[in-house]
């Protein structure tokens, strides 16, 4: 269960709690248990039972109930990526795959982080050199997203236990060796899409620590415009590229 669950059910857990002892507490609601009044025990067992039936519920849903996944060409926020790939974290064929996903995603969070809180002591965030950095770390990153909705596209198409079949003993013998070998090479395809997509999230990874040592060296370095700066260069190369094959 992710943070944003559990969280979830423990203020769950302490609404119902406090609606509890604030309804039950003597002296406050005038409902008590075991009283004098017949109605006001029945109310108050009746309030414990549906208090029950929520915290059952709600612990259902939270824990065992699979979330409703966002449709990829909608997803726009971080956790939305995140409960994606954990939609997929089981397929035993991509896990590795889906596991490094979710570790770059982590890591892209902590670089920006600390990309931004960099810029923001070198330089006011009305100067033009800090737009011009910001808006190619904010540029770069929808391109890691980019990558990361095609390999949930792939996942969303690509079925490693239906490959696991297909290519049993019992299912060989039913098929000719061309067929076996055009749908074998069909989903290597699709995982080597998928790598290509890792790897490409992992050089704008590396281009994001080249940049943060370059703006940490900018005091000794000598550059006339920030556009000079060889890594400026390089997202720069990537972005436009990018747009190239999106048009």
Do not use: W
Request: with cysteine; proline share 2%.
């Amino acid at each position: 269960m992710n943070s944003s669950r559990l969280m979830k059910l423990l203020g769950l857990i302490a609404g119902v709690a406090v609606l509890d002892i604030v309804i039950l507490s003597p002296g406050l609601a005038g409902v008590e248990i075991g009283g004098e009044s017949a109605l006001e025990t029945a109310s108050g067992v009746t309030l414990l039972v549906i208090s029950l039936l929520v915290l059952l519920y709600g612990s259902y849903a939270l824990l065992f109930k699979p979330p409703v996944l966002t449709p990829v060409k909608n997803m726009k926020t971080h956790e939305d990526y995140i409960t994606a790939l954990n939609h997929y974290r089981n397929a035993n064929v991509l896990k590795k795959d889906i596991s490094l996903s979710l570790d770059q995603l982590d890591r892209l969070e902590k670089k920006k982080t600390t990309l931004l809180d960099v810029l923001s002591q070198r330089f006011d965030p009305a100067e033009l050199s800090y737009k011009k950095f910001h808006s190619v770390i904010d540029e770069v990153g929808q391109l890691f997203y980019l990558n990361i909705k095609g390999i949930l596209n792939k996942l969303s198409v690509f079925d490693a236990s239906e490959l696991s079949a297909f290519t049993s003993e019992q299912k060989l013998a039913q098929f000719s060796n061309k067929l076996v070998q055009e749908k074998t090479a069909l989903h290597n395809e699709y995982l080597t899409s998928v790598a290509g997509y890792l790897g490409a999230n992992e050089e704008i990874l590396l281009k994001l620590d080249k940049l943060l040592l370059e703006i940490s060296q900018l005091d000794s370095m000598d550059y006339q415009n920030i556009e000079d700066m060889p890594c400026m260069q390089e997202m720069d190369a990537l972005i436009k590229q990018t747009k190239f094959y999106k048009q």
